[in-house]
């Protein structure tokens, strides 16, 4: 399995990757008090932290929903939050003429999962020469990933992260299949596991998102058992609070015992 590099941060085959951070950028201030927080915790457990948030969250179920700062706003934070933390960040962009505005800030571009398959958009990322991650849509079997990682390949780029972040079960829900965490590895390339976002119920309060929180735990507990390479976790410091995703973040103050745990699966079976 090829290792992906990210600045200090190495994710592959030999370690236990972890891409956190709030769903989207909320403040300035805010992102510089979770991002060192969350590094601080990542440091005192022993796991590569690259941090994430969103400049604009383009998919929010209802048209009211708060989307996020802006492309230009968003990543002057992003920006600060590097050289004022060091740590790595990772943004998502949703069309091709975001990606080399994106690509100049972030360390990381990652498609989200229901764009995975847009082609212009892998095109362009992966034309920055920055490393891609990208969600697997709800609606792929594993493999059909193959195709992804071909468009990716083809298009220059060779440091890539595949990330699962469950798979739609009927109406208003998602299953974890843990298959898919070896299945996609087949492909050469570490694979993530989204632990918050697979926790969701699509749609499920009508206008918003709902999700069970209790089951992120179990979970991510899985997936590090089933061999992932690293987890992908929206945290949040008030998740009541939280302006994206509030039902299925990650308590900031809850996240050195999760992780705790976690590594020590991962060692267990190393």
Known sequence: MKNVSIQKVVIGADNLGLIAGPCVIESSDH???????????????GLPVVYKSSFDKAN?????????LGMDEGLAILNKVKSET????LTDIHEPSQAVAAGEVA?????PAFLCRQTDLLIAAAKTGKPVNVKKGQFLAPWDM???????EESGCKNILLTDRGTQFGYNNLVADMRAIPLMQ???YPVIFDATHSAQLPGGDGSTTAGMRDMIPTLA??????????????IHDNVNEAK???????????????????????????
């Open 221 to 234: 507990k899985s997936a590090v058992a089933a061999g992932c390479n690293g987890l992908f976790m929206e």
């Open 107 to 111: 360390d990381v571009l990652q498609i």
């Open 60 to 68: 929010r179920t209802s048209i009211s929903s708060f989307r996020g």
């Open 244 to 270: 994206s995703d509030a039902a299925t973040q990650w308590p900031l103050d809850q996240l050195e015992s999760l992780l705790t745990d976690l590594k020590a699966i991962r060692e267990s079976i190393t």
């Open 86 to 89: 060091g740590i790595p960040v």
């Open 186 to 188: 087949e492909f050469g």
């Open 31 to 45: 992102a510089l008090k979770m991002a060192n927080a969350i590094q601080d915790i990542s440091n005192r457990v």
């Open 146 to 152: 193959k195709n992804v990682v071909t468009k990716l």
